[in-house]
T-cell receptor, first 116, second 113 residues
Framework: NAGVMQNPRHLVRRRGQEARLRCSPMKGHSHVYWYRQLPEEGLKFMVYLQKENIIDESGMPKERFSAEFPKEGPSILRIQQVVRGDSAAYFC??????????????FGEGSWLTVV | ELKVEQNPLFLSMQEGKNYTIYCNYSTTSDRLYWYRQDPGKSLESLFVLLSNGAVKQEGRLMASLDTKARLSTLHITAAVHDLSATYFCAGRTGIQGAQKLVFGQGTRLTINP
């Protein structure tokens, strides 16, 4: 049973380009979360999705950032017109549910975005 | 709004010593998580604490939860160099079906020979 798979692991973009990060949750998991970790900081919640639905996007910047989790395929975090301040590690996590049976949330290896 | 605070943020200790990392949270959280992160790596789940008084142990690490005090601790016994890492605690918040984790700032632990 593969873990949470993220790609690319490392991405370099020039200012103004688009970054697209992908996340495949663990098998059987229908809940996906995206977190951002700036250098030397903790993880900050961005967005929580279930299949085809955005449940909570309270941590997403109002502009340039979007996320989706289609019925088929991975979840995608998209950052348009990147700026240097977007440089960070972006972690995806998944869980089976949020009820008592969904105790553990598993994190992917992360995607490190560098904007030059 | 749930806020989670850890202390200390930096901890340097010698092998063989014991120490405790503290995690305070501001409002009700129905569970408390502890994660470990090595530099440039992802988060490794250590413990999930579900109820008041819960205590879990794995090797030299022991985590406990006091929901009345809104406090969780991660105790390290007889530290070894391999435990050097950053440790995060996280509480869970939100309504049923729309819950998320809120992380503390992390505690960077360095264990010296």
């Amino acid at each position: 049973n593969a873990g949470v798979m993220q790609n690319p692991r490392h991405l370099v973009r020039r200012r103004g380009q688009e970054a697209r990060l992908r996340c495949s949750p663990m098998k059987g998991h229908s809940h996906v979360y995206w977190y951002r970790q700036l250098p030397e900081e903790g993880l900050k919640f961005m967005v929580y999705l279930q299949k085809e639905n955005i449940i909570d996007e309270s941590g997403m910047p109002k502009e340039r950032f979007s996320a989706e989790f289609p019925k088929e395929g991975p979840s995608i975090l998209r950052i348009q017109q990147v700026v240097r301040g977007d440089s960070a590690a972006y972690f995806c996590a998944s869980s089976r549910s949020t009820g008592r049976s969904g105790n553990t949330i598993y994190f992917g290896e992360g995607s490190w975005l560098t904007v030059v | 709004e749930l806020k989670v605070e850890q202390n200390p943020l930096f901890l340097s200790m010698q092998e063989g010593k014991n120490y405790t990392i503290y995690c305070n949270y501001s409002t009700t959280s129905d569970r408390l998580y502890w994660y470990r992160q090595d530099p440039g790596k992802s988060l490794e789940s250590l413990f999930v604490l579900l109820s008041n008084g819960a205590v879990k142990q794995e090797g030299r690490l022991m985590a406990s939860l006091d929901t009345k005090a809104r406090l969780s601790t991660l105790h390290i016994t007889a530290a070894v160099h391999d435990l050097s890492a950053t440790y995060f605690c996280a509480g869970r918040t939100g309504i049923q079906g729309a819950q998320k984790l809120v992380f503390g700032q992390g505690t960077r632990l360095t264990i010296n020979p």
